[in-house]
């Protein structure tokens, strides 16, 4: 897998858009990006993933820059409960579930009332 | 969406006894599932991968006769440590994949381990 680099912590105001950077300069063609978070004392939750284009589902947007060398997960308008540690992966699409995914040490998010 | 389950959720044994934790994936086959480790305040350590009807694949510096994995069908795999002792006592979670092309891992809730 590729390695990712991402900001040790952020804070974001409640309410405000969360924008979370992700470097992966040395990404693969194939390989697809991928963002997790997890909260305190649990399993990974699965937020997004992409390959080329942006994408947006009912969670977050996901950015990815022209040349694939870095994105960005954005919440719009985060709350407390978004409070975690945000994981961004990449890894080789077509391998189905075969490939492991390893883990850097993510971004801790902390949202501010 | 896909859900991934493991059971238990919470564990307290007694040091040289062995405990087993079950992860399924309820609506979906997984063909692979993967066990990683978690300790308090660092990311996501992989342990090993699971590999339905073959042998699991382990990561440098995990026991193999320790941490005894079996995939015996396509929707659940068993994480048995044996003979635990106190420094095994961490978070244990699971992880599995539909399989199709980019598709995301989805993990279980975790298994918090204490051995006493």
């Known amino acids: 897998d590729a390695k990712t680099t991402q900001p040790t912590s952020m804070d974001c105001a409640e309410g405000r858009a969360a924008n979370l950077p992700c470097n992966h300069s040395?990404?693969?063609?194939?390989?697809?990006v991928y963002w997790y978070r997890q909260i305190h004392s649990q399993g990974p939750q699965y937020i997004i993933h992409?390959?080329?284009n942006n994408e947006t589902n009912e969670m977050a947007s996901l950015i990815i820059t022209e040349d694939r060398k870095s994105s960005t997960l954005i919440l719009p308008h985060a709350t407390l409960r978004d409070t975690a540690v945000y994981y961004c992966?990449?890894?080789?699409?077509?391998?189905?579930?075969?490939?492991?995914?390893?883990f850097g040490t993510g971004t801790k998010l902390q949202v501010i009332p | 969406g896909a859900v991934v389950s493991q059971h238990p959720s919470r564990v307290i044994c007694k040091s040289g006894t062995s405990v087993k934790i079950e992860c399924r994936s309820l609506?979906?086959?997984?063909?692979?599932m993967f066990w990683y480790r978690q300790f308090p305040k660092q990311s996501l350590m992989l342990m090993a991968t699971?590999?339905?009807?073959?042998?699991?694949?382990?990561e440098q510096g995990v026991e193999k006769d320790k941490f005894l994995i079996n995939h015996a069908s396509l929707t659940l795999s068993t994480l048995t440590v044996t003979s635990a002792h106190p420094e095994d006592s961490s978070f244990y979670i699971c992880?599995?994949?539909?399989?199709?092309?980019?598709?995301?891992?989805?993990f279980g809730n975790g298994t918090r381990l204490t051995v006493t």
């Open positions: 992880s599995a994949s539909a399989g199709q092309e980019g598709s995301p891992l989805h």
């Open positions: 040395t990404i693969s063609g194939n390989e697809y």
């Open positions: 992409g390959l080329k």
């Open positions: 992966i990449v890894r080789v699409a077509g391998s189905g579930g075969y490939q492991k995914v390893t």
């Open positions: 609506d979906f086959q997984a063909t692979t």
């Open positions: 699971s590999n339905e009807g073959s042998k699991a694949t382990y």
